[in-house]
């Protein structure tokens, strides 16, 4: 039993004294840390992680605290989550998770899932549709409702372009050039109320889009208007007819 003990405080007497000697000649020589950055990034977000750990380290010195390292990148608006690994050779291991985007404001500031509006070092995939008048923050129910809207237009085959929030509500532009007001509750019922309607109205004719409001707890009214501003029409005036369920 005292052979066992005497080995295992040796054995921590030896670590000790390694783990010391290996700090110590950093502290001595004054050796840069390497940062090692794992994760699913750009080399520009990597860069972005690399020069904030250095800025850290260099104010705070060579014994910044994992914590602290991990709070200097969470400033960063769009990571989500960090960890921090620090290795006996000097190595700050960094693995950083981003911020899962719903939709893009511009090409360097997106819409994330959890209803924030942030800048970007990527810029927000392409296939991603477009948001206006969103305010900067809004709760993360309501990014849901227009992620199942999507969803919703996605399964009829049809991909929302632009969610446009106006004094109306919630105003939605398809690729195809159709638009449809949803107004701003029961989104995802009345956009399943013009997805009904949609599929006869737009074989009618190529030429034209649908203008539709579906802020009616019934039926969808519908107009249609010339897909080229400079393309004869009938009537400056589109007729509105309600197409009811």
Known sequence: MKTLIRFCLGLFVGMALTASTIYGYHFIYDYEPSIVVHGELTDDEKLAVVETVSSAVERSGRWVSSLGLAESLLELSWIRDVSIARSLDNRINVNVDVKNFMARVDSETALTEHGEVIQT??????????????????????????????????????????????????????????????????????????????????????????????????GVAVRTEPRHRDSPSDSDLAVETVQRE
């Open 121 to 218: 070092v990527r810029e927000p995939p392409s296939y991603l549709p477009t948001v206006q008048g969103y305010p900067l923050k809004q709760s993360s129910t309501d990014v849901a409702t227009l992620k199942k809207v999507r969803a919703r237009f996605a399964l009829a085959g049809e991909k929302v372009s632009l969610f446009e929030l106006t004094d109306k509500g919630w105003h939605i532009t398809l690729e195809t050039g159709h638009t449809v007001l949803l107004g701003d509750s029961d989104l995802v019922a009345r956009a399943g109320r013009f997805l009904r309607i949609h599929r006869e109205l737009d074989l009618l004719d190529e030429d034209t889009i649908i203008v539709a409001d579906a802020r009616y707890n019934h």
